[in-house]
């Protein structure tokens, strides 16, 4: 009875550690290769619906180890050191990123890039230029509103210095890795944007900066920075509001759509709540 009673419990610590091996490395696969997300708002109509569950790629801007250790689906936990390992490519201007919000890191967005590192982007009367020439509305964007926002008037919250509004906005100039800002040169809500995201502690006099305590007359860019709109451009809160995403919260990018839910059918009408045709939609 002995023998048979230690057999099987070899049995079930062997089985034990098969599945704490199977669990690391889906929990490795998710951390590095692919995740899932699910979209709760509309700013990227239609071309992403809300409700729809995105499958994303995480290794083409390079794999990144976990960086923060907690609760899933909750803040309880805390960060942990993480590198990221090379990268295959590098985003573009019209792709479709998955970034950590830079207001808040817990928070997964999706949005398009328009302009990357070294250009400028100006929004005229709601037509979009970049470097000068005019970058037309994707295919499934949308504007939802009928007027045009006066290019005089002021809105609040907008990621501007001067009277801006989200249909006229800019000339703004994303700076890029190796860039050199100062105060004279660089617009204050820029560089408060660029210092903040880069995570230091600063102040911002007229002629210079106090960065971790030290008197600076320049910064110079540790990152790429990148501008992100969404596709419905009305209904979007973007980098026309809070300003730039640096290349260390850039995730990955959306590859298909897994399952899409509508959320105002009920759970009972899951035939109808369930939009099939959305399932296996590349996202582009």
Known sequence: MDKV??????????????????ILIALGLK???IASYMVPTGSMENTIMTGDFLIGNKYLFGARTPDWIGIPYTRTGFNIPSFRLPSFTKPEQGDILIFKFPKDKHLRYVKRCIAGPGQTLEIKKRKLFVDGKKYPLPPKGKFVRDKIIDKDYSQQNVFSSSPANIDNFGPLYVPEEGDTLTPESTPKH???????????DFTIENDHMIIEGA??????TKQNYFF?????????????????????????KPLFVFMSWDKSKPLFQIDEKIRWERIGNVVN
């Open 31 to 33: 951390s590095t290769v």
């Open 215 to 220: 008197k600076k007359e320049k910064y110079i």
């Open 190 to 200: 820029v560089l408060r944007n660029v210092l903040g995201l880069s995570g230091h």
């Open 5 to 22: 009673g230690s057999t099987d419990q070899n049995k079930f610590w062997r089985e034990l550690k098969s599945w704490v091996a199977i």
């Open 228 to 252: 992100m709109m969404g596709d419905n451009r009305d209904n979007s809160l973007d980098s026309r509001y809070w300003g730039f995403v640096s290349s260390e919260l850039i995730l990955g």
